[in-house]
């Protein structure tokens, strides 16, 4: 014990809050140690290597980044050659593998819904906002321009949902085999 100066007091010695509160029980189900040779296991109990950090876009990351990459691509093409091109078609295979590299793996499958739903509504909206103006309704317009970007464009709509899909079983096969 320490005494004060000038004192013949002592001073107790100063506690910690570990000495002050009783040791607290464990709550729940204690963790199964691992049997030797056993796969590992995810967080979601399947086997496997792999715990997702849940780093990464979410579902809804994955269609902002992938519809946001399409339509402006698909802004600039048009407003460049009055018509969805190169730029259109590049912006969109780009942001269809983006989306399936960058997204979690709990939203895989939203890697490969987002690319045809980015063509459709960039198409869409490109004709709603910088549509020629005709004297045609404006559900005939908007129908006619998306009929004919789904028939000239087909090739590239399968090619960049394909290419997620690519990404995405490349990614999953990584993980499940470390």
């Given amino acids: 014990m320490r005494r004060r100066p000038g004192s013949s007091a002592q001073i ?52 902002v980044f992938g519809f946001g990459g399409t339509l402006l691509g698909g802004l600039v093409d048009h407003l460049a050659t009055d ?9 969109f295979l780009v942001a269809s593998v983006f989306v399936a590299w960058k997204v979690r793996a709990q939203d895989w499958v939203a890697a490969i819904i987002t690319p045809p739903i980015a063509f459709a509504t960039t198409v869409v909206l490109v004709s709603t ?10 559900l005939s317009r908007v129908g006619l321009d998306l009929i004919t970007a789904l028939s000239f464009k087909a090739g ?23």
């Fill in 83 to 91: 018509r969805l091109g190169f730029v259109f078609g590049f912006a």
């Fill in 12 to 63: 107790p010695p100063a506690s910690t809050p570990a000495d002050r509160e009783p040791p607290r029980e464990r709550t729940g189900p204690r963790p199964r140690p691992r049997r030797p040779g056993a796969p590992a296991r995810r967080a979601n109990g399947a086997p496997g290597g792999y715990r997702p950090s849940g780093s990464g876009l979410t579902a809804a990351g994955a269609a």
């Fill in 129 to 138: 906002l910088l549509g020629d103006d005709t004297r045609e309704s404006y």
């Fill in 156 to 178: 590239l709509l399968w090619g960049g949902t394909a290419l997620a899909a690519v990404v995405v079983l490349v990614k999953r096969r990584a993980a499940d085999h470390p």
